[in-house]
């Protein structure tokens, strides 16, 4: 599903609700970010992502975030189809998460 499609014909559209990032050590230019995104879990209406960035498997960076599938004209959440479903399931059950513990936050 693109999404133009979504925005364009379903008149939905995904912003985000939550981000959080922690740098953990910083890059160089010309480093290569890999960047891995996890789908932790899936509800109703929203996505709940961590990211791990890791440059030659060394952590850089890790982040999570909340995304909310919403109706573009009224602005109220708005239920996964099925089709869009079976992909979330898919790609969860499919992507496999790098093996890197979440850093404590700091205080």
Known sequence: ??????????????PTAFVECQFIKPCVLGDDLDMAIVLEKFGT????LRYIGTVDG???LCARS????INFSDGKPV??????????????????????PLPARRK
């Open 58 to 60: 060394e952590v850089r």
């Open 1 to 14: 599903l693109k999404c133009s499609e979504m925005i364009m014909v379903q008149q939905v559209w995904q």
């Open 79 to 100: 239920a996964f189809s099925d089709e869009i479903r079976e992909k979330l399931t898919a790609y969860q059950r499919d992507v496999i998460p790098p093996d890197v």
């Open 45 to 48: 209406s929203s996505l709940d």
């Open 66 to 69: 909340v995304q909310v599938l």
